[in-house]
């Protein structure tokens, strides 16, 4: 069992920067990849970044265009996505999610554990 927990969320303004954070506890933390994801009122859960157990490798959505940074802190069981230049169509619910194995993946079906999420507001 792994339990996730999202936080960072909040209002900024467009082109302004936020930096997500997700904490992990029970299991071995290190053997999970982590993804995010993220869902807009309306809209279907859209796949963000993920990145694997080890740190070492990483995937992100083609939305991204390399505004955002996934990266961990296997000291602090801690995965955090920076998102740079934030447009107002980012605004959503933010989910981090745990995946054991070696395969990252960008289908949020394939994730095992989910945290509560955390909201993100772009104003212009």
């Known amino acids: 069992q792994v339990q996730l927990v999202e936080s960072g969320g909040g209002l900024v303004k467009a082109e302004g920067s936020l930096r997500l954070s997700c904490v992990g506890s029970?299991?071995?933390?290190?053997?999970?990849?982590i993804g995010w994801f993220r869902q807009a009122p309306g809209k279907e859960r859209e796949f963000v970044a993920v990145?694997?157990?080890?740190?070492?490798?990483?995937n992100y959505g083609d939305f991204v265009k390399g505004r955002f940074t996934i990266s961990r802190d296997s000291a602090k069981n801690t995965v955090f996505l920076q998102m740079n230049s934030l447009k107002p169509e980012d605004t959503a619910v933010y989910y981090c999610?745990?995946?054991?194995?070696?395969?990252?993946?960008?289908?949020?079906?394939?994730?095992?554990?989910w945290g509560q999420g955390t909201q993100v507001t772009v104003s212009l």
């Open positions: 990145i694997s157990g080890s740190g070492r490798t990483t």
């Open positions: 029970g299991r071995i933390f290190s053997s999970y990849a």
């Open positions: 999610a745990a995946r054991s194995g070696t395969i990252l993946t960008s289908s949020q079906f394939q994730y095992n554990y």
